[in-house]
């Protein structure tokens, strides 16, 4: 059995949580999230807890069951909690400003690159190098933030660039001269 799929997903106070026709939907402080199941596994909502139940024991319903316990997991806490991802920008010139639905990356290329900030996603630019983007869609929050991270990813040398504030960047050694 899947130890993650086995897990319960307990549900908050504040939120409510419909399951009918292999649709899921969460309503919650923060917004609503809605999904499909999978027709081999089941949802059981009783006690304020989620429990995903597989159709079958098989190898590829065990992993649909702890797949399907993420995707659920992931969209109650969204909506009660949300979700957040720090991007720092390095390197001298680099910043970043808000305009509206857009943010203004300098970024050392000739021009400012123009990022169109995603329906469901929220951005906050601090000190003009520190980018927070937030939101309930946990899957929708991490593309964009990729995205925002290839604009200019890091480079090993100088560790110019866009990454992600937990993330390390392994540096190499430049040349040396030889006399």
Do not use: C, W
């Not at 969204?78 to 943010?103: D, W």
Request: net charge positive; aromatic share 6%.
């Amino acid at each position: 059995m899947s130890r993650v799929g086995k897990k319960p997903i307990p549900i908050p106070g504040k939120t409510s949580i419909t399951y009918q026709d292999r649709e899921f939907r969460v309503q919650g402080e923060k917004g609503t999230l809605s999904g499909n199941i999978h027709p081999d596994v089941d949802l059981h909502i009783e006690d304020n807890t989620i429990r995903v139940i597989p159709g079958k024991d098989t190898r590829k319903i065990r992993a649909l069951q702890g797949l399907t316990r993420s995707l659920v997991a992931n969209m109650v806490t969204g909506v009660s909690q949300g979700f957040e991802r720090v991007l720092e920008i390095n390197g001298i010139g680099y910043r970043a400003e808000i305009s509206g639905k857009q943010i203004i990356f300098h970024l050392g290329y000739s021009h400012p690159v123009n990022f169109d900030i995603p329906e469901g996603v929220s951005a906050a630019v601090e000190k003009n190098t520190i980018v927070k983007i937030s939101g309930t869609d946990k899957q929708l929050l991490g593309h964009t933030a990729a995205a925002i991270r290839r604009l200019r990813p890091p480079e090993p040398y100088k560790g110019k660039g866009v990454k992600y504030a937990e993330e390390h960047i392994q540096r190499k050694a430049g040349k040396t001269g030889t006399k």
